[in-house]
């Protein structure tokens, strides 16, 4: 299945995967059909790559079955960022401060 990645403009190592028909050339149509609350929480698309996934092949962050699958079943995948990577309490770097 080939598939059309983008990142998310509200929030770091976020990423949507949407179906991809490979003779379709505009990447728009395809998030037309996201739903519009996913949509706004998301925020703006931009585009990333275009990749063919099958069974076998390796992702870095998820299961490439949960991703084919919930692209069969909703139409898209959204990949969340990794959690503990960034801690909301700690103190900013001393240059970093009111910036």
Excluded at 19 to 26: G, L
Excluded at 52 to 65: D, G, I, P
Excluded at 84 to 98: D, F, K, S, Y
């Amino acid at each position: 299945m080939h598939c059309d990645i983008y990142r998310s403009s509200k929030k770091d190592e976020m990423y949507l995967y949407v179906p991809r028909d490979p003779s379709q050339e505009k990447h728009e149509d395809a998030l037309s059909l996201i739903p519009e609350a996913m949509r706004q929480a998301f925020g703006r698309a931009t585009f990333v790559m275009q990749l063919e996934l099958h069974e076998q092949r390796k992702l870095a962050r998820v299961n490439v079955l949960h991703v084919l699958d919930s692209l069969q079943t909703r139409g898209y995948f959204i990949q969340m960022p990794p959690e503990g990577l960034i801690n909301p309490n700690a103190v900013a770097p001393e240059g970093l401060r009111g910036a």
